[in-house]
């Protein structure tokens, strides 16, 4: 099994499913949704309906869904129309993901210019939203992941939402270029949170979403961690053909493909040593 992002083209907008055929001819189980990730857009039920046709069609299934922090509808917001509009956004993502078949959605901690100056405030919020989306979330039985970048704020909040509810995504090309590329110090230390995986490459100066293996991700020790960690799913990839020399798209998912399965075999190795230990 194999997971890849759906945004994979650059693409994240109009209709996905030329992207489906794709991804599925190339081989993949499973699909990584990031359509739509950082806008205002509303998923209605006749979008959802034919996106599970298309699913169906190509014999594809939903891992993970990238939801969306908007333009306007922000779950952080200062401002509390926004915040709520935004909460309303995260709520019609863990609908569209109980409705695939998903179990996890993604969201970051992302401050905007007029939040930066008000960051307490701006955790303040995240936790009101966090407090209306756990049950709304744990009835759909869909679990939140935030996606690494600021360890320290998201440690805050695993110390106030348990695992049944909110875990860590760990986005590898994060963990490589920012905070001094001390990515995997942080996982190894919460991994028994890990529930989402956003696996790409870069050169450690800048988040570029290389397929793995292309730049300097340290891939042993992280499929070591993986083992070891309560992550249970398959491996999930959110690697972009714009940033990567390869421009033909079915060169570029096998390129994918081939390079998510080395990976694979590596977790998987890991996880025979520790049995046999």
């Not at 109009?14 to 189980?29: D, T």
């Not at 999930?236 to 390869?246: A, G, H, I, Q, T």
């Amino acid at each position: 099994m194999l997971s890849m992002t759906t945004d994979y083209s650059g693409m994240t907008h109009w209709s996905p499913e030329p992207y489906l055929k794709r991804i599925a001819e190339a081989g993949f189980s499973h699909v990584h949704w990031c359509h739509q990730w950082n806008t205002d857009f509303v998923y209605a039920k006749p979008e959802i309906a034919q996106i599970d046709r298309w699913l169906k069609q190509y014999g594809l299934k939903l891992l993970d869904l990238h939801a969306s922090h908007g333009v306007e509808k922000k779950y952080m917001s200062v401002f509390e129309y926004e915040r709520l509009a935004g909460v309303e956004l995260v709520k019609n993502r863990l609908d569209m993901t109980a409705r695939l078949g998903g179990g996890v959605i993604i969201l970051h901690i992302t401050y905007s210019p007029a939040q930066d100056r008000h960051e307490d405030l701006s955790m303040e919020q995240l936790r009101r939203s966090l407090d209306t989306l756990e049950p709304y979330a744990r009835k759909r039985r869909v679990r939140i992941a935030i996606e690494n970048g600021t360890f320290p704020r998201i440690v805050e909040l695993f110390a106030d939402y348990g695992p049944g509810f909110l875990g860590l995504c760990y986005d590898s090309g994060h963990g490589n270029a920012l905070g001094g590329g001390s990515g995997l110090d942080h996982l190894d230390r919460w991994k028994e949170r890990l529930i989402s995986l956003h696996l790409h490459d870069n050169d450690g100066t800048a988040d570029q979403h290389k397929p793995p293996f292309t730049g300097t991700v340290d891939w042993p020790r992280l499929a070591r961690i993986i083992a070891f960690s309560s992550y249970d799913q398959c491996v999930s990839m959110e690697s972009n053909m714009n940033v990567y020399p390869l421009k033909d798209e079915a060169a570029f998912l096998a390129l994918c493909f081939e390079n998510g399965m080395r990976f694979q075999r590596m977790i998987e190795q890991e996880r025979a040593g520790r049995t046999r230990a």
